[in-house]
């Protein structure tokens, strides 16, 4: 992990206080609607790395908070 993928797991984890972000905290990091985050999890790009707890359709599904400081890091430009 770099500099830049610690400060943001570390802020991540600061403000959430647990290891996985749900899809409407992901949609929130990112700044995009709840169905946005639905609509990139279908076609498979968009989002960062998730779990999906179950099989079903409407399983819940979880953003490891390291996942998404990697997936952050690469879409962040700091210059």
């Given at each position: 992990m770099n500099q830049q993928q610690e400060l943001i797991y570390q802020d991540l984890q600061t403000r959430y206080k647990k290891s996985t972000l749900s899809k409407r905290e992901m949609?929130?990091?990112?700044?995009?609607s709840y169905s946005t985050i639905d609509?990139?999890?279908?076609?498979?790009?968009?989002?960062p790395a998730y779990i999906?707890?179950?099989?079903?359709?409407?399983?819940?599904?979880?953003?490891p908070i390291i996942a998404v400081a990697e997936f952050l890091s690469m879409t962040i430009k700091t210059a």
């Open positions: 949609a929130h990091e990112l700044s995009i609509g990139y999890i279908a076609k498979g790009y968009g989002v999906k707890n179950g099989t079903a359709k409407n399983a819940k599904i979880l953003f």
